[in-house]
T-cell receptor
């Protein structure tokens, strides 16, 4: 059974204080790992897809990296508008569905 | 503007009533999905459809039903058999079953 564990459950940062969110996974052959951002009361917004170990993708202050067992979402010099819940999901090879983690709630204070 | 719409945004239901949640997309995506989100839990898959007139059960299909008569539409019915239906319901779509999924704004269902 595919499993996704995200840590920490919640993270509070000061504006400009860089940090990383972790997504550990077990899957029977990874096809893709997905990162989403979700604001309260809204649907998740797609951020990145990573396909193979060593791959990195960047968008503004966010950078996602992938190893064979985990992915990191690095947040550089965060701003209050980066406050949200960040969700990680995996898709196994040969399957069409995603397995989601419970998310990390990020709060960035000015 | 292409996107996914869900209606209504808020829905209240009395116990014993069936309700239908709407999901429409104009992205020309083949695959559509329904998820349920509860506080402190990850998204859980209810049903998904990879093509018109075909759909598969997800992890928590009991008490729910769907139809896929048109490519653009994938309505979800929450039946009276669903024991704990109060939750945030999310619809998603993807170009193909193995591509990234894009989500609608969600419907919050409350059973009174």
């Amino acid at each position: 059974e595919d499993q996704v564990t995200q840590s920490p459950e919640a993270l509070r940062l000061q504006e400009g204080e860089s940090s990383s969110l972790n997504c550990s996974y077990t899957v029977s052959g990874l096809r893709g790992l997905f990162w989403y951002r979700q604001d309260p009361g809204k649907g998740p917004e797609f951020l990145f897809t990573l396909y193979s170990a060593g791959e990195e993708k960047e968008k503004e202050r966010l950078k996602a990296t992938l190893t064979k067992k985990e992915s990191f979402l690095h947040i550089t010099a965060p701003k209050p508008e980066d406050s949200a819940t960040y969700l990680c999901a995996v898709q196994a090879r040969g399957y069409s569905t995603l397995t989601f983690g419970k998310g990390t709630m990020l709060l960035v204070s000015p | 503007d292409g996107g996914i719409t869900q209606s209504p945004k808020y829905l209240f239901r009395k116990e014993g009533q069936n309700v239908t949640l709407s999901c429409e997309q104009n992205l020309n995506h083949d695959a559509m999905y329904w998820y349920r989100q509860d506080p402190g839990q990850g998204l859980r898959l209810i049903y998904y459809s990879q093509i018109v007139n075909d759909f598969q059960k997800g992890d928590i299909a009991e008490g729910y039903s769907v139809s896929r008569e048109k490519k653009e539409s994938f309505p979800l019915t929450v039946t009276s058999a669903q024991k704990n239906p109060t939750a945030f319901y999310l619809c998603a779509s993807s170009i193909g079953a193995r591509n990234e999924q894009f989500f609608g704004p969600g419907t919050r269902l409350t059973v009174l």
